[in-house]
């Protein structure tokens, strides 16, 4: 069961003051316990009204459906995970054990030469092919999206239309021929006692 969370203030949360009910040296203290009360009630509510009158200042401008070029993340490229497969540093790759270890400088230089030859050779060939790619894979799914939007959907709606009716008129058959026979049955068969008698 999840764990609810009592925000100060709430109805709910009725042992939210860690103020003593009864003051222990009496009414001088419980005076001023009620004070600061009222003073904690008066900033309290103070705060609230400054809240509300910032959110109203603050106007979020509504969301456009679609992607924001102003808002595309520059370094995390792959938010939803999707080529994790091919997420692969050097040391993914390449591995000395403990007891094969070459020259550590060979191994800087290997480290240095495969990260950056892997990165620059990526970078040019997506230069070359990224930008006729994305206009071919925009292509594809939008006329992937028309068909599943103008086509497919109508289609199976149709369909499922058609075997509502089907349904209907099946479960009115079965009610009308079966549905009689089988009460008949388990009212007959249904008054049948078996006894283990032994003999």
Same mark, same amino acid.
């Given at each position: 069961?999840?764990?609810?969370?009592?925000?100060?203030?709430?109805?709910?949360?009725?042992?939210?003051?860690?103020?003593?009910?009864?003051?222990?040296?009496?009414?001088?203290?419980?005076?001023?316990?009620?004070?600061?009360?009222?003073?904690?009630?008066?900033?309290?509510?103070?705060?609230?009204?400054?809240?509300?009158?910032?959110?109203?200042?603050?106007?979020?401008?509504?969301?456009?459906?679609?992607?924001?070029?102003?808002?595309?993340?520059?370094?995390?490229?792959?938010?939803?995970?999707?080529?994790?497969?091919?997420?692969?540093?050097?040391?993914?790759?390449?591995?000395?054990?403990?007891?094969?270890?070459?020259?550590?400088?060979?191994?800087? $230089?290997?480290? %240095?030469?495969?990260?950056?030859?892997? +990165?620059?050779?990526? /970078? #040019?060939?997506?230069? @070359?092919? =990224? &930008?006729?790619?994305?206009?071919?894979?925009?292509?594809?799914?939008? $006329?992937?999206? %028309?068909?599943?939007?103008?086509?497919? +959907?109508?289609?199976? /709606? #149709?369909?499922?239309? @058609?075997? =509502? &009716?089907?349904?209907?008129?099946?479960?009115?058959?079965?009610?009308?021929?079966?549905?009689?026979?089988?009460?008949?049955?388990?009212?007959?068969?249904? /008054?049948?006692?078996?006894?283990?008698?032994? &003999?």
């Amino acid at each position: 069961m999840p764990k609810v969370l009592l925000k100060p203030g709430s109805e709910h949360n009725l042992n939210e003051s860690n103020m003593p009910l009864l003051p222990e040296d009496g009414t001088e203290k419980a005076e001023k316990c009620g004070e600061t009360f009222e003073n904690e009630l008066e900033e309290k509510k103070d705060e609230s009204t400054e809240k509300k009158k910032k959110d109203k200042k603050l106007k979020v401008p509504k969301e456009k459906p679609g992607y924001d070029h102003d808002n595309l993340d520059m370094t995390l490229r792959d938010s939803k995970g999707i080529n994790r497969d091919i997420d692969l540093d050097f040391d993914d790759i390449l591995a000395e054990p403990s007891t094969a270890h070459g020259f550590d400088p060979i191994w800087r $230089l290997s480290f %240095v030469l495969f990260t950056q030859i892997r +990165r620059w050779i990526y /970078r #040019i060939i997506a230069a @070359f092919i =990224a &930008v006729p790619l994305s206009i071919i894979w925009a292509v594809i799914f939008s $006329l992937l999206s %028309v068909i599943l939007v103008w086509v497919v +959907r109508p289609v199976i /709606r #149709i369909v499922q239309l @058609f075997l =509502a &009716v089907f349904k209907e008129l099946w479960v009115s058959f079965l009610q009308a021929t079966l549905e009689p026979l089988c009460a008949t049955a388990g009212a007959l068969f249904g /008054r049948v006692k078996v006894s283990n008698n032994l &003999v």
